[in-house]
């Protein structure tokens, strides 16, 4: 039988509501990524974007989810906002 994509417990909408967040800050860290400008520094960031979302895969706790959520997007704005002062 094929791996599927999904997993293997039904979702309430609470949980796919946030699933869902995830994916996109976990999107829009890899976007803003790929716009570091060495090579090198890109894959250091990609992996360790990759190991953190991987290392925190597990985890139930609305609370905590919605916490990881936060402190991300923060890192994300950081990130944006270092990109943008290096092209000035």
Avoid at 16 to 38: C, D, E, M, N, T
């Amino acid at each position: 039988m094929a791996s599927s994509r999904f997993p293997p417990t039904t979702l309430t909408l609470k949980q796919f509501l946030r699933r869902q967040q995830v994916l996109q800050l976990y999107r829009k860290i890899l976007q803003a990524i790929r716009q570091v400008p060495h090579e090198a520094d890109r894959h250091y960031l990609r992996d360790w974007a990759r190991a953190e979302f991987k290392r925190n895969k597990g985890a139930t706790e609305e609370d905590t989810i919605r916490m990881m959520i936060t402190q991300g997007n923060i890192q994300l704005q950081e990130l944006e906002r270092t990109l943008k002062l290096a092209k000035s």
